[in-house]
């Protein structure tokens, strides 16, 4: 009999909770129109590459998207490595949602240090910098095959330089507004356009002896490699790619499968600086 009252009263209680929920009926907020927004993005001195970012809309949380970097904060300072006309996103996030702006900012100079790769990729003018294959420096073996993880240069299968894709053409990067990218040919035409990032810090080791063999990874969007395949598997177009060697003068860049194992075949590209 007692378990029974217990079991009454238990009932009863969830009866009487589940007739009086507890609802949060609080109306969600407006959106800030987007000409309300009180924001604003200028150069920290005159065409200066460090840009001030400021957010003063009441009630409103920020979100920058510089093209190179995110800030959430209501006043930053991001330092671009471009020139020209740069392109600001603006995210206001609002209670009842977000609403998003861009605003340009004019850069005319970089005196503000960036990483030294953007101008090992692209140099420091408006003209940007033309790379191409390496054919002296390399004995003409600037396109091939050797062993992933191991070694710096094709040394396996290599492509003869009559048989060259691409053979006669360039890659132009610049940072005319933004880390751009250019395929040429031998009289300077256009042929493909797009953009490039990198990422100094995916580093790739030697499983044979520990030493580090990447020093990066390169990502090439909307252009193509020259001769940008793997060297058996031409219907593969190759986007990112291993930094072995960055200079001034001089790019090395390997691709091979994620999962490859060490000295498997790995393609190879010798390219310089095209004075």
Known sequence: MKRFYIFAIALLTLAVCGCDPIIDDRQMGGIVPQEKLDISVTNLTEGSNAIVLENKTPHTGSYWDTGICISTRRCDTIVMPYVGDVEIKFTGLCDGGQVTTTHKVHITKIDHPVQKEWTLFAGSSTEGKKWTWNINGTAGAVYGTAGWLTQFAPEWDVKPLDELEDRDCSLVFDLNGGANVSKVDASGRVIEKGTFSFDMGVTKANPDDGLQWSIGQITLNGVSMLSGHPYYDSGTK?????????????????????????????????LCRKQ
């Open 238 to 270: 190759v986007t990112t790619f291993e930094i072995l060697k960055l200079t001034d003068n001089e790019m090395v860049l390997c691709y091979n499968t994620p999962d490859a194992d060490a000295w498997t075949d790995a393609t190879f590209w010798m």
